[in-house]
Nanobody, 127 residues
Framework: QMQLVESGGGPVQTGGSLNLSCTAS????????MGWFRQAPGKEREFVAA????????GYEDSVKGRFTISRDNAKNMVFLQMNSLKPEDTAVYYC????????????????????WGQGTQVTVSS
């Protein structure tokens, strides 16, 4: 049973940056595909970014491409989401997720393909 704990959220102004972290425990981290999702008030949870086992295989939701960067440190059991040029529409609770099976990078956007979820961290971008 893997546990995921997010951190790094908070308030930030438009154009600012935040670096979210997710620390995993209870599993062989390097064998998991890791993803970030977000849920804004009154909206469905949506895919943000994902990273395969091997560094360099990443995928992003269109609205965050060029602004957000996902990375992982398998030695520390951590995955990160560097968020730059933040906009008010990025305001949401951000969730870290892990899945034990591979598949294509395109399949990482499907929430039901993930096995474990964190509790989320709030990001609030003010204009």
């Amino acid at each position: 049973q893997m546990q995921l704990v997010e951190s790094g959220g908070g308030p930030v102004q438009t154009g600012g940056s935040l670096n979210l972290s997710c620390t995993a425990s209870g599993g062989t981290f390097s064998k998991y595909v890791m993803g970030w999702f977000r849920q804004a008030p009154g909206k469905e949870r949506e895919f943000v970014a994902a990273i395969m086992w091997s560094v360099g295989s990443t995928g992003y939701e269109d609205s965050v491409k060029g602004r957000f960067t996902i990375s992982r440190d398998n030695a520390k059991n951590m995955v990160f989401l560097q968020m730059n040029s933040l906009k008010p529409e990025d305001t949401a609770v951000y969730y870290c997720a892990a899945r034990g099976r591979g598949g294509t990078i395109g399949s990482t956007k499907y929430q039901n393909s993930y096995d474990y979820w964190g509790q989320g961290t709030q990001v609030t971008v003010s204009s």
